[in-house]
């Protein structure tokens, strides 16, 4: 597609589950981020990946975080033993150069029960 | 203190009033800096980006950057219904990696 792609959109899980959200960036955008949209802490950096190196994973809030990418294309931001304050959306964004605007997908929406 | 501040508003105005939407940053070091709109359970869509100082115009909008105030602005004339979303300014908090950092976001209602 043209954009950039997340899936699912939505996700309701039980607390404790593990859950994997999904990124397809614009094609040919060597640079992504995942950030993490909340009620009262507005959007927050997660990590970025340069290719498929993550030089930078300052913004994951605990080490039940993580995320990979592969091929240099799609990325998988994973939550292990979810708990209620990881209720949020997640947002991936791409772009070409680091310098460059960043182009973001419409999110996953996540609830933790 | 938050690196990049924003009145999260409600901000409401008639159709075809003229917007100002403002930010103020804390890091002179911040050189890129963007404006990106939201619509109700969509992602950011970039508005604008500019880098110096001064004005950059698109249509109806008109971004402004004062380094040595470290203010950022983004003006919407002739406001209309559709523009009615939340708007998000940001700016590059690394050189290196490029993540951004985001004000909290201004909710506007244009009402017809």
């Known amino acids: 597609g043209a954009g950039v792609s997340q899936s699912p959109s939505n996700k309701v899980t039980e607390k404790g589950k593990d859950v994997e959200l999904r990124c397809d960036p614009i094609?040919?955008?060597?640079?992504l981020y995942w950030y993490r949209q909340s009620l009262g802490q507005g959007l927050e950096f997660l990590i970025y990946?340069?290719?498929?190196?993550?030089?930078?994973k300052s913004g994951l809030p605990s080490d039940r975080f993580s995320a990979e990418r592969t091929g240099g294309s799609v990325s998988t931001l994973t939550i292990q033993r979810t708990q209620q304050e990881d209720s949020a959306v997640y947002l991936c964004?791409?772009?070409?150069?680091?310098?460059?605007?960043?182009?973001f997908g419409d999110g996953t929406r996540l609830s933790i029960l | 203190q938050k690196e990049v501040e924003q009145d999260p508003g409600p901000l409401s105005v008639p159709e075809g009033a003229i917007v100002s939407l403002n930010c103020t940053y804390s890091?002179?070091?911040?050189?890129?800096f963007m404006w990106y709109r939201q619509y109700s359970r969509k992602g950011p869509e970039l508005l604008m980006y500019?880098?110096?100082?001064g004005n950059k115009e698109d249509g109806r909008f008109t971004a402004q950057v004062d380094k040595s105030s470290k203010y950022i602005s983004l003006f919407i004339r002739d406001s209309q219904p559709s523009d009615s979303a939340t708007y998000l300014c940001?700016?590059?908090?690394?050189?290196?990696?490029?993540?951004?950092?985001f004000g909290q976001g201004t909710t506007l209602q244009v009402k017809p």
């Open positions: 940001a700016v590059h908090g690394s050189s290196n990696t490029g993540k951004l950092i």
């Open positions: 890091n002179s070091a911040f050189q890129y």
């Open positions: 094609s040919g955008h060597t640079a």
């Open positions: 990946f340069q290719g498929n190196s993550a030089p930078d």
């Open positions: 964004a791409s772009t070409g150069d680091r310098g460059q605007p960043q182009h």
């Open positions: 500019t880098y110096s100082s």
